[in-house]
């Protein structure tokens, strides 16, 4: 009896001591996610961000802060989504005072918030190109998913479409936009990603009066088919024009890597020589490269 109950506790600490292995092991690496936040592109990747607009135009500077108005201004129609709840309601249940149509945009900005902060380190170590063309993707697919949810007359559905997905692709949109317009300019990141966000409130009064003027021509299932397809070509067009600075250009540091990919360049090193050679180091792989002095 002794023994068995020798063996219990014996169990009992092993299965403990694993538990808090766990524990420790999903803590560590939540914590090394959100360490880690350094885009590193290679030698190939810096040449080609030399040019944007599928390689035809060469990048300069001052292209992040339109390209990133115009992403923001489509995202911006979110705000908008007021025009939409009395219609809505109308069409589901009869009368434009009942139903729970602007739940919708709640869910919406939830999401948004949410999807910001689990994929913020995300897309800090990608292209801006890559984690934008997803957000509008995903965004569009929120569109085409609430053009179904108001033709089939499916509450619910609106709720994961425009809620959930399109939620998702603005979270990401978002903050990828914003992130990179603001590290073309590292001397004046406020006013740069100031000059973004501009765009997304400038969306919110002008699809105010886009929506009513497309309900009023068409109705609400070719409303959101028409606003999806109008987003996507406008941020399709302009992320093209969205490239990350060369290196040396952000004093916060890029981490650029040698056709090895083992060494690693890194300005802003606790080592002085390093502080010293990086500058160099990283000038020299983008010394045709535009710059800017702010």
């Not at 885009?39 to 961000?49: G, H, L, N, T, V």
């Not at 009023?216 to 397809?229: E, K, M, Q, V, Y």
């Not at 070509?233 to 952000?250: T, Y």
């Not at 056709?259 to 010293?276: F, H, I, L, M, W």
């Amino acid at each position: 009896m002794d023994h068995a109950a020798a063996d219990g506790l014996l169990f009992s600490r092993i299965s403990l001591q694993g538990e808090q292995r766990g524990r420790r092991g999903l803590l560590n690496l939540i914590m090394d996610y959100y360490s880690h936040t350094e885009y590193q592109p290679s030698r190939e990747q810096i040449e080609k961000d030399k040019f944007v607009f599928f390689g035809l135009i060469r990048c300069q500077p001052w292209m992040a802060i339109p390209a990133g108005i115009l992403i923001q201004f489509c995202y911006g129609s979110v705000y908008a989504w007021s025009i939409f709840n009395g219609p809505i309601n109308e069409l589901v249940t009869g009368d434009p005072a009942r139903g729970s149509a602007e739940i919708t945009f709640y869910i919406a900005l939830g999401v948004l918030g949410v999807t910001a902060a689990i994929c913020g380190p995300w897309i800090e170590t990608n292209h801006p190109r890559k984690s934008g063309i997803i957000g509008l993707v995903v965004f569009f697919s929120g569109h085409l998913t609430s053009a179904l949810a108001v033709y089939v007359r499916m509450i619910s559905m609106l709720y994961f479409g425009y809620g959930f997905v399109a939620g998702i692709g603005l979270g990401i949109g978002y903050v990828s936009t914003i992130d990179a317009v603001s590290k073309w300019w590292p001397r004046a990141r406020g006013t740069a990603a100031g000059c973004a966000v501009m765009g997304f409130g400038g969306g919110s009064l002008a699809f105010s009066a886009i929506n009513k003027w497309l309900i009023d021509s068409t109705n609400l299932p070719l409303t959101f088919l028409i606003l999806g397809t109008l987003n996507f070509v406008v941020m399709l067009v302009s992320i093209q024009f969205i490239s990350p600075p060369p290196p040396g250009h952000n004093p916060d540091g890029v981490v650029v890597l040698d056709p090895t990919e083992r060494q690693q360049y890194v300005t802003g090193s606790q080592d002085p020589e390093k502080n010293a050679q990086n500058p160099r180091a990283l000038a020299a792989l983008a010394a045709d490269q535009p710059t800017l002095q702010v």
